[in-house]
C-alpha cells in the first residue's frame, strides 16, 4: 500500500479571487496559507503579507475565532459562525463588522475561513428591496397614468365645449380653469409615462461630457452663490448607454441639491462636487463587475429629511413644498435601464447620491 503523500494536492485558490466575500484558507494554530483579493483589498494589506502572518491579528478580538478553529480542526464541530470586528490598514482605519464562518475542508490540517461585511449584506438586501419595489411602482404608476389619460381628456374636451357656449364671464373663468389644470395633470401623467414609452438610445457614452453639460445647466441657473466642483478621474473608459437619459439622471440629483442647498446658495457658501471613480470588483443589483463607474453628486445642504430617507426614490414622495417628487424616480430608472443603481447617504451637512454603472 502506498503512504499517504506528506504534501496532499490542495485545490488552486484562483477562483475564490472571483468571490466578493473574503476568504482565507489557515492552518488549524491560525497561519495564513492563502487569501483571496477581497480579502486584500478590505484589509489594506498585500497578499504576500498576509501570508506571512496569523490570521488572529485580523480581528480587535480574536479569542472566538482561536476556540471556533480548535473546534473545527478537531472535528467537534463542522462549521461555526459569529460576528466579530476586523481591523483595516492604515492603523487608525474604522474598524470593519464582519460575519464570520469557519468551515472544515477534506484535509485535517486546513479550515476554510470567510467573512462577509455585514454593511455590505445589509446594503445588497436594501438593493434587492429597492429595486424590487421600483419595479413594482413602476407598474404601478404605469397603469394609473393610462387610467387617467383617457377620462382627463373627455374632461379637457367636454370643458372646451362648454366654454363655447356659456357667455357669462365668471363660468368662462371655471371652464378656464378646468383645462389648466387638466394640462396640468396631462404633463405630469407625460412624465410618469416617459420613462417607459422612449426609446433606449444606446451609443458611446464619456461620463465626463455628461457631467460638464450638467454642470453648465446647473451654473446657467445658479451663477452665484453656489461652486460647482470638478474631481474627475479622467481614466475611466467610455461605456455604451444613452447620453440623454443619463444627463437627465444626473440633472435631476442636481436640481434635488440645489432646492436644498437654497440658504447656502443665499449666504454663497453652497458647494456641489461632481466626482467620478472607478470601482474595482464592485457588487450590485444582485451581480459583481469587474469594474464599474461611480459618479458622486455630493451637496454641503442640510441633508435629507428623516422621514423620507427610506422613500426618496418613490414616485410622488418630495421633501419640498412643491415639489413633483418625481426626479428621483425618473433618475433612479434610467440609471437601472444602464444595469446601475442609484444609493444615497445623507447627513446634515453633506448628502451623496452614488451612481454605480457597470463599465466594460
Known sequence: MTAPSPNPPYP?????????????????????????????????????ALKRGSIFSWLTDPTQLRETLWLVARNQVATSRFDAYMRRMPVGSAELPVHVIVSQTEWPDRVLVEMIEIEQQ????REERTHGLAQANKELVRNLAHEIKNPLGGIRGAAQLLSMEVTSRELTEYTRIIIQEADRLQALVDRLLAPHRRPHVVADVNIHEVCERVRSLVLAEFPRGLEVARDYDTSIPEFRGDREQLIQAVLNIAHNAT??????????????????????????????????????????????????????????????????????????????????????????????????????
Not at 19 to 29: E, K
Not at 122 to 125: E, F, G, N, V
Open 259 to 360: 432646492h436644498a442647498l437654497a440658504e447656502r446658495i443665499a449666504a454663497g457658501d453652497a458647494v456641489l462636487v461632481l466626482r467620478s471613480r472607478v470601482a474595482r470588483q464592485a457588487t450590485f443589483g444582485r451581480q459583481r463587475f469587474r469594474l464599474a463607474l461611480e459618479l458622486h453628486i455630493e451637496d454641503n445642504g442640510p441633508g435629507v429629511p428623516e422621514d423620507i430617507r427610506d422613500r426618496i426614490f418613490h414616485p410622488l414622495v418630495s421633501g419640498r413644498e412643491g415639489g413633483s417628487g418625481l426626479g428621483l424616480t425618473l433618475a433612479q430608472t434610467f440609471v437601472q435601464q444602464h444595469q446601475g443603481t442609484i444609493e444615497c447617504e445623507s447627513v446634515p451637512g453633506r448628502t451623496v447620491f452614488k451612481i454605480l454603472i457597470p463599465l466594460p
Open 122 to 125: 445589509i446594503r445588497l438586501d
Open 12 to 48: 488552486a485558490f484562483e477562483p475564490f479571487d472571483q468571490l466578493a466575500t473574503m476568504v482565507a484558507l489557515a492552518s488549524p494554530d491560525g497561519r495564513c496559507l492563502q487569501a483571496n483579493s477581497a480579502l486584500e483589498n478590505l484589509v489594506g494589506v498585500s497578499r504576500r
